[in-house]
T-cell receptor
Framework: DAKTTQPTSMDCAEGRAANLPCNHSTISGNEYVYWYRQIHSQGPQYIIHGLKNNETNEMASLIITEDRKSSTLILPHATLRDTAVYYCIVREGGSEKLVFGKGTKLTVNP | ETGVTQSPTHLIKTRGQQVTLRCSSQSGHNTVSWYQQALGQGPQFIFQYYREEENGRGNFPPRFSGLQFPNYSSELNVNALELDDSALYLC????????????FGPGTRLTVL
């Protein structure tokens, strides 16, 4: 079973920041937080991952709370092409698999 | 450098038949993972192949089997198809068995009638 809880859906205006929350209250010390997204009818796409520290790459920023029980994915300037289902995943460092939940359906509106 | 490709794109089978789905991994990747995604659900891990050996399996019956070839491409075989096997089947390639990044293909849509 997925170890994360995410809102079912969210809306965001084009050009604004999209902040997607994720709760993972049972996360353990060696588990990473990953974010993937799936645009309609395509395979999931890796976005970013983190363990303890905040992370930023060309796609997004990941903010992990100090107790690591929750995190937020930030898309700084959302575009219509960011409309997708966003999955927050917690995975053990030595595990071979990703356990997906139902994710958050983000709709970016013009 | 080519990405992950899957074939066929769509497939229709009848209950009881067998099906083979194919995946070509990204250049340089030695690991392939397969996932099943039912409508409205997140992908579920089926199994992983690393250097031609199965390395980890999810909660799927033995009629789901796989192969990985020396060029690291892979097949997913499903025997005795059931209606609930209708889903999008995704493969993901990576370098190593516990990578931080898996690269997914576009999937094969299987419909079982």
């Amino acid at each position: 079973d997925a170890k994360t809880t995410q809102p079912t859906s969210m809306d965001c205006a084009e050009g604004r920041a999209a902040n997607l929350p994720c709760n993972h209250s049972t996360i353990s010390g060696n588990e990473y937080v990953y974010w993937y997204r799936q645009i309609h009818s395509q395979g999931p796409q890796y976005i970013i991952h983190g363990l303890k520290n905040n992370e930023t790459n060309e796609m997004a920023s990941l903010i992990i709370t100090e107790d690591r029980k929750s995190s937020t994915l930030i898309l700084p300037h959302a575009t219509l092409r960011d409309t997708a289902v966003y999955y927050c995943i917690v995975r053990e460092g030595g595990s071979e698999k990703l356990v997906f939940g139902k994710g958050t359906k983000l709709t970016v509106n013009p | 450098e080519t990405g992950v490709t899957q074939s066929p794109t769509h497939l229709i089978k009848t209950r009881g038949q067998q099906v083979t789905l194919r995946c070509s991994s990204q250049s340089g990747h030695n690991t392939v993972s397969w996932y099943q995604q039912a409508l409205g659900q997140g992908p579920q891990f089926i199994f992983q192949y690393y250097r031609e050996e199965e390395n980890g399996r999810g909660n799927f019956p033995p009629r789901f089997s796989g192969l990985q070839f020396p060029n690291y491409s892979s097949e997913l075989n499903v025997n005795a198809l059931e209606l609930d096997d209708s889903a999008l089947y995704l493969c993901a390639s990576s370098l190593g068995v516990t990578p931080h990044t898996q690269y997914f293909g576009p999937g094969t849509r299987l419909t079982v009638l």
